[in-house]
C-alpha cells in the first residue's frame, strides 16, 4: 500500500514540505522543522500582547494558548522570560459560568454540625479591611437584590406569618403592646415634659425644630400606666424607636442619668405626684 503525503509551505522559510496524512498535528503544523518553529514563533507572537492579556484581562494561559494557536507551554515559557510570576489556580477571578457550575454541586448540600461549627469559629473576630469594604460596595453597585421582581406564594406567607407571631416571636412580651396608655397621660403631660427638656432629645440633642415634628414622650420603664414626671422624657422619633431594643440596658441608662438630675417640677406637677 502506497504512502499518501500531504505537502504544505513552511511559513518561515517558504520552502514546500511533505508529510504522511496520518502524522500527528499535521493540520496544525505550519513549520517545516523545529530550528523554523523556534524562529517564527517569536516573530509570530507579540510577548507584550501576551503579558497584556495575563494580567490587565485576567486571561488564563491556557485561553491564551488557544487565541494565539500555541501550546500553553509556549505561553509559559514568554511569562518566564517576561520574569512574570504564574497565578495559582484559586487566584483566578471566578466566572459566572464557574458560579453556575459551584452552585449546581453545593444544591442540596447538608452541612453537619461539625462543619458548621469550623466555618463559625473560622470567620469569629474576622475584621475586613477599607479596601475590602469598598469593594464589596461597589460590586452591588447597580445589582437587584435577591427577592426584586420575586414573591412567595400564599401558603408560604401564611407559614413564615405564624412562625414569627405571638409567643413565637423573638421580641414576645406577653401582649403588653395591646395595652392602652393611661388617661394622665394627655397633651397636657407631654407638653410640660417637653418644655422641661427645653423641647431637645434627650438622648442625641436634636430639637423639635429640626424634626419639624413634636418630640415624642417615652416611658423609662416601659410602663404606659406609670406617669410620674421622672418615668417620662422627651426623644426624637428616631432614638424613640431605637430604645425600643434593649429595653434593659435603656432602662437602666436613663434612671441612672435621672438620679444625677435635681428634682423636677412641671407647673402644676411636683415632687414627681402622679398625674
Not at 207 to 214: A, G, T, Y
Request: include cysteine; proline fraction near 4%.
Amino acid at each position: 500500500m502506497s504512502e499518501i503525503l500531504e505537502s504544505k509551505i513552511c511559513l518561515q522559510c517558504g520552502e514546500e514540505f511533505f508529510r504522511h496524512c496520518s502524522y500527528p498535528c499535521w493540520r496544525a503544523q505550519k513549520y517545516c522543522s523545529r530550528r523554523c518553529f523556534k524562529i517564527g514563533i517569536r516573530i509570530d507572537i507579540d510577548e507584550n500582547e501576551v503579558v497584556y492579556l495575563y494580567i490587565r484581562e485576567q486571561m488564563s494561559t491556557t485561553k491564551i494558548a488557544n487565541i494565539m494557536v500555541v501550546s500553553p507551554m509556549t505561553i509559559h515559557r514568554i511569562l518566564k522570560r517576561q520574569g512574570i510570576e504564574r497565578r495559582k489556580c484559586w487566584e483566578y477571578p471566578i466566572t459566572a459560568k464557574t458560579r453556575r457550575k459551584i452552585s449546581q454541586a453545593n444544591k442540596g448540600r447538608i452541612l453537619s454540625k461539625e462543619t458548621k461549627e469550623k466555618i463559625r469559629l473560622r470567620a469569629l473576630g474576622r475584621v475586613f479591611s477599607l479596601e475590602h469594604k469598598e469593594s464589596l460596595s461597589t460590586a452591588h453597585i447597580g445589582n437587584d437584590g435577591y427577592w426584586t421582581g420575586k414573591h412567595r406564594n400564599p401558603e408560604t406567607k401564611e407559614k413564615i406569618r405564624r412562625a414569627i407571631s405571638g409567643e413565637n416571636h423573638p421580641h414576645w412580651r406577653g401582649g403588653i403592646s395591646n395595652n392602652k396608655y393611661s388617661i394622665k397621660f394627655n397633651k397636657e403631660i407631654k407638653e410640660l415634659i417637653r418644655k422641661r427638656d427645653n423641647y431637645t432629645c434627650q438622648l442625641c440633642g436634636v430639637s423639635e425644630c429640626e424634626c419639624l415634628n413634636k418630640l415624642p414622650i417615652h416611658h423609662i420603664d416601659y410602663n404606659k400606666q406609670n406617669c410620674l414626671p421622672s418615668n417620662l422624657l422627651s426623644l426624637c422619633g428616631s432614638c424613640n424607636s431605637k430604645v425600643n431594643w434593649q429595653r434593659k440596658k435603656w432602662t437602666k441608662y436613663f434612671r441612672n442619668r435621672n438620679l444625677l438630675q435635681p428634682p423636677l417640677v412641671l407647673g402644676k406637677i411636683k415632687n414627681d405626684s402622679p398625674v
